[in-house]
């Protein structure tokens, strides 16, 4: 008889995959939008999660970059395919890692209802991401979870550096924003306990 109780399935708990979309309306032109996007070069400047963004091979459809992103200790360096589509489409796909075995992100711009003050952009954000192991999805989700989050918001906040104050008379409404769970709902009853039930189903196992 084992001395240690039926230990519950950790893959099971954990979700290894996440998913997060935002729809969102921005008081400036599809074109200054999709340039804010597709300037990586830049990245580093303005979003506080990125270490490092530059492309090492540009091209008028296809380019390639390096990023490092993450907050330490979890950093993923890699290399992203970047396809785009002035002034309306930019998807960027990691090529290489070692955290995530996929990375991905799309968005989509549309002209948006004009207003006195100028054009709006309506911004379709998707962004997904799959850790490698079970411990790094543990220790990453929260992390990346908010990465997810802000990243409409702090490219919002770019524009307004570079073009001024926002079309709208609030600064953009994100009218959808979902995290989707797309392996299992059971995430949350994961708690602190994981790491006790991780290295006792190792220690079983010996």
């Known amino acids: 008889m ?21 729809e969102r309306i921005l008081g400036y032109s599809p074109e200054g939008v999709y340039d804010v996007v597709a300037d990586l070069n830049r990245y580093k400047e303005f979003l506080p999660w990125c270490q490092e963004s530059r492309y090492i091979r540009e091209g008028p459809e296809r380019s390639y970059g390096q990023l490092s992103i993450g907050i330490p200790p979890l950093l993923e360096r890699y290399t992203a395919m970047v396809l785009h589509s002035r ?4 998807r960027t796909i990691a090529t290489d ?15 948006g209802p004009p207003t006195d003050a100028g ?8 962004v997904m ?3 490698r192991s079970i411990v790094y999805a543990k220790l990453g989700n929260i992390v990346f979870d ?24 609030t600064r953009g409404r994100s ?11 059971r995430i949350n009853q994961c708690s602190s306990m994981f790491c006790v039930i991780y290295f006792s189903a190792h220690i079983q196992n010996e």
């Open 2 to 22: 084992s001395m240690f109780p039926e230990l519950p399935d950790v893959a099971s708990l954990v979700e290894k995959r996440r998913e997060f979309s935002e």
């Open 87 to 90: 002034p309306t489409a930019i």
């Open 97 to 111: 890692g070692t955290l995530f075995t996929s990375l991905e992100n799309h968005w989509q711009f549309r002209p």
């Open 119 to 126: 054009p709006t952009c309506l911004v379709n954000f998707w």
């Open 129 to 131: 991401f799959e850790f």
């Open 146 to 169: 908010e990465v997810a989050r802000s990243m409409a918001a702090s490219f919002e906040r770019r524009c307004e550096a570079l073009y001024g104050p926002s079309h709208l008379p």
């Open 175 to 185: 009218f959808r924003n979902r995290l989707h769970p797309t392996r299992t709902k």
